[in-house]
C-alpha cells in the first residue's frame, strides 16, 4: 500500500476513534468500519514510519478506552476481530522494539 495511501488511512481511523463514542451506542457497522481499518493498518503495519506508529500508538491509546464497552456490546465482533487484531498488534509491536 502507497504511503499517501496508509497516511489517509491512519487520518481516517483517527477521525474514527475520535467519534467512536457515537458509533457504540448508534452505529454498529461503523465500528466493524473502525475494526476494518485498523485490520488494514496492522496488516501494513511494517510499512508505516516511526512518525505514523506512534501516531497510530496514540490513537490506540484512545480507543482502548472504550474496549470493554465495545466487548460487552458487541461481543462477537471482539472476539472474531479485535482480540485477534491485539495478538497480530503486540507481536509487530514486539518486532518494532527488538530491531529499532
Given at each position: 500500500?502507497?504511503?499517501?495511501?496508509?497516511?489517509?488511512?491512519?487520518?481516517?481511523?483517527?477521525?474514527?476513534?475520535?467519534?467512536?463514542?457515537?458509533?457504540?451506542?448508534?452505529?454498529?457497522?461503523?465500528?466493524?468500519?473502525?475494526?476494518?481499518?485498523?485490520?488494514?493498518?496492522?496488516?501494513?503495519?511494517?510499512?508505516?514510519?516511526?512518525?505514523?506508529?506512534?501516531?497510530?500508538?496514540?490513537?490506540?491509546?484512545?480507543?482502548s478506552k472504550y474496549m470493554k464497552e465495545i466487548k460487552?456490546?458487541?461481543?462477537?465482533?471482539?472476539?472474531?476481530?479485535?482480540?485477534?487484531?491485539?495478538?497480530?498488534?503486540?507481536?509487530?509491536?514486539?518486532?518494532?522494539?527488538?530491531?529499532?
Open positions: 500500500m502507497k504511503t499517501t495511501n496508509m497516511q489517509n488511512l491512519l487520518e481516517q481511523y483517527r477521525i474514527d476513534v475520535k467519534y467512536i463514542k457515537d458509533f457504540i451506542d448508534n452505529d454498529p457497522v461503523e465500528i466493524q468500519e473502525v475494526f476494518y481499518k485498523r485490520d488494514k493498518l496492522l496488516k501494513n503495519f511494517n510499512n508505516l514510519t516511526l512518525k505514523e506508529i506512534k501516531e497510530f500508538l496514540i490513537v490506540e491509546k484512545e480507543l460487552k456490546k458487541y461481543p462477537f465482533l471482539y472476539e472474531k476481530f479485535v482480540e485477534p487484531q491485539n495478538e497480530n498488534l503486540k507481536t509487530k509491536l514486539i518486532d518494532v522494539f527488538v530491531t529499532s
